[in-house]
Each structure stands twice: as C-alpha cells, then as structure tokens.
T-cell receptor
Framework: GAVVSQHPSRVICKSGTSVKIECRSL??????MFWYRQFPKQSLMLMAT?????????EQGVEKDKFLINHASLTLSTLTVTSAHPEDSSFYIC?????????????FGPGTRLTVL | GQNIDQPTEMTATEGAIVQINCTYQ??????LFWYQQHAGEAPTFLSY??LDGLEEKGRFSSFLSRSKGYSYLLLKELQMKDSASYLC??????????WGAGTKLIIKP
C-alpha cells in the first residue's frame, strides 16, 4: 500500500517557539492531505485539509494563523505550530488519500508527538 | 448533524470472538471504514464497506447496513496483540471522514 512519512516523530520545545512538522507521500502524489490532532484517550480531530497549490481549508475553531499549513508540492505538506503553548501538546497525524485506490482510503503518517514545556 | 457512535470500551478473552458496533449519521455516504490504532501510533486500515453485507478478511470481518446506518467489526480468535482502539469512520458526500471516538478493546488471557 501507499506510504506516508512524517517528521519528526517526537519533539519537545519551549513555550513560545515554533515547530514545523513535515508530511510526505513517498510513492504516490497527494493533491490533498489531512492534518489531525489527537489528545490522550480521544478520537482524531480534523484540523485542516491541505490542498496542493492553494490555501488550506481549516475546520471550525482551528486558528489558521497559529497552525500554518503549506502544501508546496504533490508529495509534501507542512504544518507549523507557531508560538506553541503547553495546551498545544498533542499527537499530530497527517494522512493522504491515494488516488489510485478506488475508495479514497486514507494512508496515515506515523504521527508526531509534540510536547510544549 | 453528523454523528458516529461506538462503545467506549470493551473487554474480551483471548481466543474468543468480539463484535464492535458503530452507528452513523452523516451528510451523504461514501462508505464506512474501520481502523485499528495502538496506543501512541497512527491508525491502520482494516476494512471498507460501501454496500450492504459482510466483508470477510481473515480473522476480521465488517458488516454494513445502509438503511439502518449501522456497521460492526467482528474479530475472531482474539489474540493479545488485538488489544487496541478500533475507530469507525464514515465518509460523507464531500469524501471527508467523520470519525467515531473509538472503542478501546482490552483482551484478557
């Protein structure tokens, strides 16, 4: 199946700093990528839909100026958490549908564990 | 509104069978997915149903009834490694996945 990588897998930063998370589709082109956040013992919460070559679509309640998304190529989307605070500590996961798969199955990256001190 | 309901937690015994139910209400319907997620890891795909009926894949089977807005995931011959959260997700008319909160499955020896 399709492979999605995510980097870094784990990051610890100080409050007020910015953190960039990369999501790459390794063996397919992804015009769309999804960014999720998951707090402990909770389900996945869609933050935004990243579209190659255009602006991301953010879900209600997600601050677009705080969570900057750039989808500059068909294989790379980045999420930058600006001025991170402890409440931003979470598990961030990206996913991408492989257009060659008939039913739009989403392939997930391994996730990034962000801890803000 | 859109809503996915599944039990929060279930317990079963190694070697037994367990059925995890999911009911959904979404704007349009383009299929029902089941994913497995181990703690601290990303979800992995288990099954997809878009037509009514049962799809069998090894020890795992998934069932869908579109008229009832209902699906279940059936796990047979349970193994300790099956201890995980199982996520039900419905794909709406915009091909966006609407996720349930997940069912934590605990397997006891």
């Amino acid at each position: 199946g399709a492979v999605v990588s995510q980097h870094p897998s784990r990051v610890i930063c100080k409050s007020g700093t910015s953190v960039k998370i990369e999501c790459r589709s390794l063996d397919f082109q992804a015009t769309t990528m999804f960014w999720y956040r998951q707090f402990p013992k909770q389900s996945l919460m869609l933050m935004a839909t990243s579209n190659e070559g255009s602006k991301a679509t953010y879900e209600q309640g997600v601050e677009k100026d705080k969570f900057l998304i750039n989808h500059a190529s068909l294989t790379l989307s980045t999420l930058t958490v600006t001025s991170a605070h402890p409440e931003d500590s979470s598990f961030y996961i990206c996913s991408a549908p492989d257009p060659s798969v008939a039913y739009n199955e989403q392939f997930f990256g391994p996730g990034t564990r962000l801890t803000v001190l | 509104g859109q809503n996915i309901d599944q039990p929060t937690e279930m317990t079963a015994t190694e070697g037994a069978i367990v059925q995890i139910n999911c009911t959904y209400q979404t704007s349009g319907f383009n299929g029902l997915f089941w994913y497995q997620q181990h703690a601290g890891e990303a979800p992995t795909f288990l099954s997809y149903n878009v037509l009514d009926g049962l799809e069998e894949k090894g020890r795992f089977s998934s069932f869908l009834s579109r008229s009832k807005g209902y699906s279940y995931l059936l796990l047979k011959e349970l193994q300790m490694k099956d201890s995980a959260s199982y996520l039900c997700a419905s794909m709406d008319s915009n091909y966006q996945l609407i996720w349930g909160a997940g069912t934590k499955l605990i397997i006891k020896p």
